[in-house]
């Protein structure tokens, strides 16, 4: 069975990076599109960025454009979200999507399996 896990959440100040990592423990999994999903208090679940199976394919939400960047390690099972310049409107539960899919974008109803999610906090 699919399980992906988060890690890499926590506090930074405003401007500051963090890098969110997901690992899928399904290994046998081989077409495998994925996205990052946030949800901010009293808020509904949004996109914000996803990446095909190979990689060459990504895609954003327009607020995170050219200061969140989204890359796969499939040697290692692993997506990544690379966090820069974070601001207090980034403070979400970040949750990493898996889809049978090579590519689902920004669909959330197409993607197969979820993370239990992580925090992230700026600070400002």
């Known amino acids: 069975q699919v399980q992906l896990v988060e890690s890499g959440g926590g506090l930074v100040q405003a401007g500051g990076s963090l890098r969110l990592s997901c690992i899928n423990t399904?290994?046998?999994?081989?077409?495998?599109?994925a996205a990052w999903f946030r949800q901010a208090p009293g808020k509904e679940r949004e996109f914000v960025a996803a990446?095909?199976?190979?990689?060459?394919?990504?895609d954003y939400v327009d607020s995170v454009k050219g200061r969140l960047t989204i890359s796969r390690d499939n040697a290692k099972n692993t997506v990544y979200l690379q966090m820069n310049s974070l601001k207090p409107e980034d403070t979400a539960v970040y949750y990493c999507?898996?889809?049978?899919?090579?590519?689902?974008?920004?669909?959330?109803?197409?993607?197969?399996?979820w993370g239990q999610g992580t925090q992230v906090t700026v600070s400002s």
């Open positions: 990446i095909s199976w190979s990689g060459g394919t990504t």
């Open positions: 399904d290994r046998a999994v081989s077409s495998f599109g």
């Open positions: 999507a898996g889809s049978k899919n090579y590519y689902s974008g920004s669909y959330s109803a197409e993607y197969d399996y």
